[in-house]
């Protein structure tokens, strides 16, 4: 049975626009769980909780997490090992 | 300077609704004026947020309707398809007003686009409100007068579900766009077929997997795992398919 | 900046017998972090590991052969929906760490799926807090956290690990998925404890 309760990365755009300048939603991602590589837009976006969770497509473990409280963002990055954003 | 170029972090700004434009009995369109919009790619959503009077807030996420020319640099136009029950679709379809105030962040997403530099042939995939951006492709591959192939096959309940639809005939007329219905409930005289998309769908009438297309695939959540699954299956490559799932809101069409 | 939308409300909020800030439903909306674990009862299993490392386990027919309570009540989610007078079955923690060795003050609770939430001892003993097994007389849906959730009602609903699989006993208060993001480490809906330092 496929899942259908979450998004693609690409909603998680507007809360990282408040934080980066850059894309990051078109940026490649690695996960620091099972290695998978790929465009973080292809990752599997939580909305429907606290706060944002976004997963690896190919391990499910916890690539990001944005909480949006009304004085602060947190913002955990722990679950990839590198974004990477073309120079432009 | 292009003003795409400017690299900033986004907050909210404030848009005005300049008009409304019904759809259809449960959609419709918004145009906006947002001051110092820095234009858009096609495909890109934004973010609207909504305050009530004793500083409760919900917001959402709405594909930009339209494409981006520069010469009439700060409107943009949304579609919203009103979700029974919904907290903030039935504000934006029956309540929001030409003059009102609408919060939005945007915009955003760099994945889920086209630009008409782009390589290869681009196949369109819609379910109910899902075309919105798909829309603001065909719109931006017309005002560059781009001769890249682009097939569009749009998921409907019958139909009176369709909107843009006076645009879409429009759109159809061009000699490198090709636009396919599909009805899953009810069909209009003369068209037998009534069904969701299924491998055949996919196989008369999408781009093969040699042709090298891009793949834009676009509503509820259950509609793009459908659909996606089918391409796969189908043996494209699935780098090749782009996704943007609006979420569980109703069934798929 | 903030400007008011004209016309919007949201939905309804308030009503003296919710906590503040919350709005009442009638559905049961289903929150998710993840995707959803299906763990069957053959397969449950839930470990209580005391601050020594001693554990202690029951599997799905220990948990059926202790006494079970009929439950009734409110709950608040964080996200802002309250659901009033919900009723549940399950067997109260009072039971399951009755024979636990331990003098621990604080409790991660673990589910499958790998969710954390930190609940303080005092707030899972006294009849305060539950493994629930059935909702609404029904066995409990996976979506909602079934086979097996902890209830501890009177916090907010994301201390009510769905899915859960144990208990991690200790002197320190070491905090869950959602405390080391942002939220409030107790979170009372009385005291509208949502997010850190509130
Ligand atoms: C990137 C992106 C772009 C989008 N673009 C558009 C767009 O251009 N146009 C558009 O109309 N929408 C778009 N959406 C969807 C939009 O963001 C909202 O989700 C939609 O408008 C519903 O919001 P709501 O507040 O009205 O409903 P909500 O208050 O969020 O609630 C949804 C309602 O649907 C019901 N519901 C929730 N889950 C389910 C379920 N699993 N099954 C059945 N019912 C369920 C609930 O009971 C609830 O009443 C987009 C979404 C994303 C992520
Ligand atoms: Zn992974």
Redesign the pocket.
């Known amino acids: 049975m496929s899942e ?2 979450y ?2 990365g ?2 998680a ?1 507007g809360s990282l626009s408040e934080l980066f300048a850059v894309d990051l939603t078109a940026a490649i991602a690695q996960c620091n769980g099972c290695g998978h590589t790929a465009v973080f837009a292809e990752a599997h976006v939580f ?2 909780a606290p706060g944002m969770v976004a997963r690896c497509p190919g391990c499910d473990s916890v690539l990001l997490r944005i909480v949006t409280t009304p004085n602060d963002t947190y913002l955990d990055l722990r679950g990839l090992t590198y974004l990477r954003v073309p120079n432009s | 300077m292009e003003r795409t170029a400017i690299r900033r972090r986004l907050t909210w700004q404030v848009g005005t609704v300049t008009d409304v434009r019904r759809e259809t009995e449960t ?1 419709r369109t918004i145009v906006l004026e947002v001051p110092d919009w820095p234009g858009h790619l096609a495909g890109q ?1 934004l973010d609207v947020r909504l305050t009530a009077p004793d500083g409760y807030r ?1 917001s ?4 930009i ?1 339209s494409a981006w020319s520069g010469s009439d640099s700060s409107t943009i136009e ?13 504000y ?1 379809v029956d309540v929001i007003n030409v003059g009102d105030p609408l919060e939005i962040r945007g915009p955003v ?1 760099g994945w ?1 686009v086209w630009k008409p530099e782009q390589d290869g042939p681009v196949q369109l995939i819609g379910g109910g ?2 075309v ?2 798909l829309r603001a492709m065909l719109r931006s591959h017309a005002s560059a007068g781009s001769t890249t192939p682009f097939r569009l096959l749009y998921s409907v309940r019958r139909p009176e579900s369709v909107i843009y639809v006076s645009d879409l005939k429009e759109l159809a007329s061009s000699d490198d766009v090709d636009v396919r219905l599909v009805y899953t409930r009810d069909a209009p005289a003369g068209e037998p077929r009534v069904g969701r998309i299924d491998a055949d769908v996919i196989s008369q009438y999408a781009f093969k997997p040699e042709d090298g297309a891009t793949t834009y695939v676009c509503g509820p959540t259950p509609f793009v795992e459908t659909v996606a699954d089918l391409l796969v299956a189908a043996g494209h490559d699935p780098a090749r398919v782009r996704t ?8 798929s069409r | 900046m903030g400007i008011v939308s004209p016309g919007f409300t949201g ?1 309804r909020r308030s009503g003296t017998e919710l906590p503040p800030g919350q709005y009442l439903t009638r ?1 049961f ?2 929150l998710s972090a993840g995707p959803t674990p299906h763990v069957l009862p053959e397969h449950w299993e839930f470990t209580v590991t005391s601050e020594t490392g001693e554990k202690y386990k029951w599997d799905w027919a220990a948990l059926m052969a202790l006494p079970a309570e009929e439950i009734t009540k409110d709950i608040h989610c964080v996200t802002r929906w309250s659901k009033l007078e919900t009723t549940w079955k399950g067997v109260s923690l009072d039971t399951l760490l009755a024979d636990v060795e331990t003098g621990a003050d604080y409790a991660m609770a673990h589910s499958y799926g790998g969710y954390t939430t930190n609940v303080p001892m005092d707030d899972l003993l006294d009849g305060q807090s539950w493994i629930a097994y059935e909702y609404d007389g029904e066995p409990l849906d996976p979506e909602h956290g079934g086979p097996a959730r902890l209830l501890v009602p009177h916090l907010y609903f994301w201390k009510s690990a769905k899915w859960v699989r144990g208990l991690v006993l200790s002197d320190t208060e070491d905090l869950g998925f959602w405390e080391t993001a942002g939220y409030h480490e107790y979170g009372d809906p009385w005291k509208e404890q949502r997010y850190a330092g509130d």
């Open positions: 259908t309760n998004l693609d690409n909603a755009a909305v429907d | 959609a959503h919900a959402r996420s709405y594909s309707a949304l579609t919203v398809e009103q979700v029974p029950d919904g907290e903030v679709s039935p934006l997403g889920f409100s899902g919105v951006p943007e799932r609006f979420g569980p809101t109703g069934d | 939905r559905e909306p289903v």
